[in-house]
C-alpha cells in the first residue's frame, strides 16, 4: 500500500479505513479497549488534513460502519470498561498524613509529593522510575 494515505480521494480513503478499523489490533493480537480505538481513530482525523473522518458519514459510510460494528464487538467482548485501581483507603490516608511532619522540609516535600500524585497523578506512581 503507498505511504501517503492523506491524498487519497475520499472513496478510497473510505475503504482503507473500514478495514483498518476491522483489523486494527494490539502488537499482542488482541483487541484495544473502546477508549483506546477511539483514541486512535480521532488521533487519525487529527493528523488528516482538510477530512473529517469521525464526523462525516456521508462521505465515509463503510468506514463509519466499521467502526461502529468494531465498537459494537469491542464492548460485546468486554472491553468497553475501564479498569480502575482501587482508591487508597480513608484510614490508610490518615496514617500516611500523620507519619509526614510538615515542620521537616524533606517530609513536607514528600507531602506535596503525594498529593500531586493524589489529586492530579492519574495512575499514580507507576512509570514514575522510568522517567529518571
Known sequence: MENDFENFPLEQLDDIL??????MRKCCG???KTSSFKAI???LN???PNVDIVNDAKNFPKSTESFK???AEIKRQGGGGIDHHPPIESEDLKKLYNYLD???PVMLQKKVFIDILIHFGRRGREGLRSVY
Do not use: T, W
Not at 473500514?18 to 483489523?23: M, P
Open 41 to 43: 481513530c480521532h488521533g
Open 69 to 71: 460494528a468494531m465498537s
Open 30 to 32: 488482541g483487541v484495544y
Open 18 to 23: 473500514s478495514k483498518f478499523y476491522l483489523e
Open 102 to 104: 510538615v515542620s521537616n
Open 46 to 48: 487529527r493528523f488528516l
